[in-house]
């Protein structure tokens, strides 16, 4: 008998969930761990590929159906970089999230573990065509880059290639590299290091300086050379002597890029807990050591993040560690340094402001165990813990939570298997909980924690309604009425500030031909094109297609063209010229695309260094500033009007949100919502703060549309180059489905989606309304192992579980 691994391995062509085996060469015997990265050969002409080892067996080499076994050709790590715990999750959310293990694998490492692929040429015959014996120029094998060649030496190579003259040869590249310094070590015990001193005349201080701190370091410890040069009056030249002397070696030394470096973060204590907060954190740690999930319901400023806080420091204290998901980057730096100023340098973050070796470092200090306390976003909930003792996600509803593209997964699904592996609390934090959390909560499968009023008998803010529709009677069109311009005047008097959120949801800004109608559309989607004022240009936010802004109509050659839409600058152009002396902060996509340059706005506004921040829903959540008492809603129903169940769940969030950055310290908040939807439920309920009038009432809709929570959903989108197709694959696919579906299943479609083209493929939908848990898992993943089919041009399946979007 015989050990094989077995692999995982990463061909996207034929994707499969059934791992592969391979032999183990002698040398790599005791190598070879279980979840280490492995280049093997794969298929006919055995090309180097990347896997992953999943687990090991016994087989018998001799037996027919195993001498055709591959033998590993090469390990790419020098430890494992997934365990068991991270290599079963990977199976379970592969079936889960109607994936490939594979996909799921790549989803759990930080980019740079992701192998680069290197494909060669090497001749194996004699090569007659004078064309290409010169491509070679005498190499033995040239780098194959069907981008460099004609196309008549592409050709010309296949055919090599097909009479057995040339052949491929690949080579796996690791991307991951650790980052190093000089760093110094003694080598010298404590005889030779008195002997060495009693060696040096009198004049020799600067060496015997040296001497005195080699004498201080332990055996084996190193010392960065740069900080040897900073702290003490030891130049390179004395170092240098040293080392000739054979007193010290100099060693690369690994260092950690700190993502955090240039924050300046005080330590902070653990605050005295009010009544509410206390009551949660004792049922919080008094579940220490068991799956409990718990719904911390707390209106904002009602300090649910002190809660979290205390509830990591008790798992500390056990010897446990804690994990914490926030929803994206914008919330992120406030959070981050909250979480570090209390815990220190057991913190690490993980987001994808992040670089690429900051990530890479982060997620080995985790995996080291010298990070015991994650802060990070959705892919954050991956990271490499071990002994997890507190899982918490804040800001529970967030759809960024939810991963779009495949694995389709939700981070709230994969937080539960952890806390269930770990036997772990999990604490689902929100002002405004999901439906879903919420109904859960409600029938007891969840332990509901009420946190119903703010800090310091602060009230919550007043909340005006303005009537946009009365407000275009008044006058010539503006973005701001006239109540929240007076109320904005007010704040500048007051030296107080102001947050101003444009909702850019549903919504973007376009070019409409004034004379013919024509809107400049997409040739590659169903979809207009987006004007981007930095850029000066016009995008598709689709497929990255941009083309300059045209001066005259495609369509009939007008000049009168005219720009639609209220975009991020215009408002701040407006504001502008209303308020001179205001200085605006402008926080959009297109503000914060470089490195720090939201973390920088966002310490830049709490110094108080400018009185207005005007941005999109990213300035919606999180942000505790105590001189923010006015908070103004440009437009707050864009929402409202998209062909969403959703709408109004995600319009009564975001302003409860947004209003919540206003009045949280001493100063009374005022928050302005422009609209024209007065008397929408989702407005005026957000108005109230009455999120449990909105639930009882959003309840009773879904029940009555068979929405969910009452019904679970799925979404499959088939997509073809061409539309025919598409559609013919779609129809076959539901009428196999419906053979096998249960009876009260909720079947709609197919039909074309409501964008039917992007990037030239056609999209068709089906959306499926079913009633019990996972009880379509089987047959949808038997679906998805049967629609298989490879490469670009071939239709394309994906399946889409509680998908955040049905359009
Ligand atoms: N027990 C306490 N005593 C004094 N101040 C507190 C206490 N708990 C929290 N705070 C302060 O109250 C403010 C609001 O708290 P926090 O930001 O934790 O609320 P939150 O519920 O997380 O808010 P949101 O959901 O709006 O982000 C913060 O400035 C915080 O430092
Ligand atoms: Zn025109
Ligand atoms: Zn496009």
Redesign the pocket.
């Known amino acids: 008998m015989e050990q094989v691994a077995n692999v995982i391995v990463d061909v996207p062509a034929m994707q499969t969930n059934q791992p592969y085996s391979y032999l183990i060469p002698a040398p790599l015997k005791h190598t070879v761990e279980l979840g280490m990265r492995v280049a093997v050969p794969f298929g006919r002409g055995n090309r180097m590929i990347q896997g992953f080892v999943v687990g090991f067996s016994e087989v018998d080499p001799t037996a027919q159906e195993n001498v055709q076994l591959k033998m590993i050709k090469a390990v790419l790590d020098l430890k494992p970089v997934l365990n068991q715990e991270l290599i079963s999750l990977s199976a379970w959310l592969a079936h889960q999230a109607y994936a490939f293990q594979i996909t799921v694998l790549q989803a759990m490492l930080p980019s740079m573990f992701r192998a680069k692929y290197k494909k060669y040429l090497r001749p194996i015959d004699e090569i007659n065509d004078p064309e290409i014996q010169q491509l070679f120029a005498g190499r033995e094998l040239i780098e194959y880059d069907e981008t460099q060649f004609t196309p008549e030496q592409v050709s010309k190579l296949t055919k090599l290639q097909r009479e057995g003259c040339l052949e491929f040869y690949y080579e796996v590249n690791n991307q991951a590299k650790a980052k190093t310094r000089l760093g110094i070590k003694s080598l010298l015990d404590f005889e030779q290091l008195e002997e060495a001193r009693s060696g040096l005349t009198k004049a020799a201080h600067k060496q015997s300086g040296l001497l005195s701190l080699l004498q201080t370091l332990a055996p084996e410890q190193v010392v960065a050379k740069e900080q040897i040069l900073a702290t003490y009056d030891i130049s390179e030249a004395v170092i240098t002597t040293g080392a000739k002397k054979g007193w010290l070696a100099k060693v690369p030394m690994e260092i950690y890029r700190d993502p955090m470096a240039n924050y300046d973060i005080k330590p902070s204590q653990a ?4 009544p509410d ?1 206390q009551a949660a954190l004792t049922a919080i740690n008094d579940a220490a050591g068991q799956a409990e999930t718990f719904l911390l319901e ?9 809660v979290y806080l205390q509830a990591m420091q008790h798992t500390l204290a056990q010897g446990r560690t804690a994990l914490m998901l926030v929803p994206e980057i914008a919330l992120t730096p406030q959070m981050m340094v909250r979480v570090r100023s209390r815990f220190g340098q057991q913190v690490a973050v993980l987001h994808s402001g992040l670089s690429v070796g900051e990530r890479y470092d982060e997620w080995r200090r985790i995996e080291r165990g010298e990070a015991k306390v994650v802060v990070g976003a959705r892919s954050a909930v991956f990271a490499p813990l071990d002994n997890i003792g507190l899982i918490i996600m804040d ?1 529970e509803h967030e759809t960024t939570y939810k991963q779009e593209e495949n694995p389709r997964y939700h981070a709230r699904d994969v937080a539960m298997w952890r806390s269930q592996y770990y036997q772990a609390p999990i604490v689902l934090g929100s ?1 405004t909980p999901s439906l879903e959390s919420r109904a859960r909560a409600q029938k007891g499968v969840y332990q509901l924690l009420r ?1 119903p009023k703010r ?2 008998q602060q009230v919550m803010p007043a909340v005006e309604i303005v009537d946009m529709r009365e407000e275009i009677k008044k006058g010539p069109e503006s973005t701001f009425s006239e109540a929240l311009l007076t109320a904005l005047k007010a704040r500048l008097a007051r030296g107080e500030q102001s947050v101003l959120m444009l909702n850019r949801r549903g919504f973007s800004s376009f070019m409409m031909c004034r004379d013919c109608g024509y809107v400049l559309q997409c040739p590659n989607c169903d979809i207009g094109l987006t004007l981007h004022m930095d850029t000066h240009s016009m995008k598709c936010h689709y497929c990255g297609h941009e083309e300059g802004i045209p001066k005259m109509c495609p369509n009939c050659q007008s000049t009168a063209i005219r720009y639609y839409g209220t975009g991020t600058q215009k408002v701040e152009q407006e504001l502008h010229e209303l308020l001179p002396e205001a200085r605006i902060l402008r926080m959009d996509l297109d503000t914060t695309r470089k490195k720090g340059a939201h973390e920088n706005m966002l310490t830049a506004f709490g110094a108080h260094e400018a009185d207005i921040l005007l941005g999109t829903q990213m300035i919606a ?2 942000l ?1 500033f ?1 001189l923010v008492t006015l908070v103004g809603v440009l437009n707050a129903d864009t929402a409202l009007g998209l062909p969403d169940f959703h709408a109004a769940e995600r319009t009564f969030q975001l302003l409860t ?1 947004v209003a ?2 206003a009045g ?2 001493e100063l009374p908040g005022e928050v302005y919502v422009q609209t024209y939807n007065p008397d929408h439920y989702a407005i005026q309920l957000a108005k109230a703060h009455d999120y449990e009038q909105f639930y009882q009432q959003e309840m009773q809709l879904r029940h009555l549309a068979k929405y969910p929570p009452y019904f679970f959903t799925i979404k499959l989108q088939g997509s073809d180059l061409d539309e025919r197709t598409a559609a013919q694959n779609m129809s076959q696919i539901g009428r196999w489905l419906k053979k096998r579906l249960p009876a009260d299943t909720i079947f709609l479609g197919p039909t074309p989606r409501s964008i039917a083209r992007i990037n030239q493929r056609y999209y068709y939908q089906i959306v499926i309304k079913y009633r019990h848990q996972n009880e379509l898992d089987q047959v949808l993943n038997e679906l998805l192992e049967r629609a298989q089919s490879v490469g670009r041009n071939a239709f394309q399946l994906s399946i889409d579980r509680e998908p955040v979007s049905f359009m």
């Not at 605050?271 to 009010?274: V, W």
């Not at 707390?298 to 002190?306: A, D, M, Q, R």
């Open positions: 605050l005295t807990l009010q907060q707390g209106v904002t400023g009602s300090g649910k993040t002190e800001e002002a946190m800090i310091n959540k999180g505790d105590p949100q919540g950055r949280r310290a």
